[in-house]
């Protein structure tokens, strides 16, 4: 079997995957929920999720930082990785011995057509087309029904010391415009920019919100920002619903529409 990955790439599996190693959080859950639990020999030190997994699978080291040689034991034949999670050099050395299936998510029909893709390769169709199904409808749900916001300018922060948001061209960004929200940073060049709150005053923010990951802003980082910019709305806000692009985007308009609903 031939299929064409997200970057483009044609990757050639003989049979349906026995042995499959994901180096991708978001990816991990949907493989559980694919009911891939025997299949699934591999993860990273960050797929938290499902917690069974997490306590009993062998991990391969962080998205960023493989171990070639726990890879090696595991004899995968089939490794799936993401363009933006991780290391470019990493997943090219990987390809020189591995099938490796490499997802590329900026919008929803992307995240759509990975759960499709990864169904496909691991004879999974008929689970992956249900919770396309499921997604879709909810999205479809909120979009018609979510709440307007009246303050929706906003920048979404991912880190401090630097200061950095979300930028354009990021699945986190579109998930915010299916939101309602205008990212008073799009048009930066870096799709992940280093900011000042100086700029976020500039730009007569509305909305500031701050991530649980990649870095783990607290109830201390609101009350610093509220100091330095009192006329925002600041909040804390789950990272995994705003950017994790698996079968957890199930659970992401609840959340949404959670969110909007303290903003108005």
Known sequence: ???????????????????????VPSQTELLFDLGL??????????CIHPESWFRTKTRIGGTKEINFEKIAAL???????????????QIEKLCEEYPVWISDIKTLDNAYDMIRALGELTNRKVEAKKIISEIAFRFENFKKNKTAVTKNRVAYFIWKNPWMVAGHDTFIDHLLSVCGFENVFVKEESRYPEITLEDVAEKKTDVILLSSEPYPFKEKHLEELKAILPSAKIMLVDGELFSWYGSRLMHSTAYFGEVLNKIV
């Open 75 to 89: 004899k995968p034949d089939l490794i799936i990785a993401n363009k933006e999670e991780n290391e470019k050099e």
């Open 37 to 46: 639990e025997d299949e699934v020999v591999g993860i990273t030190k960050f």
């Open 1 to 23: 079997m031939e299929i064409i990955d997200q970057t483009g790439r044609t990757i050639s599996l003989e049979k349906t995957p026995s042995r499959i190693i994901s180096l």
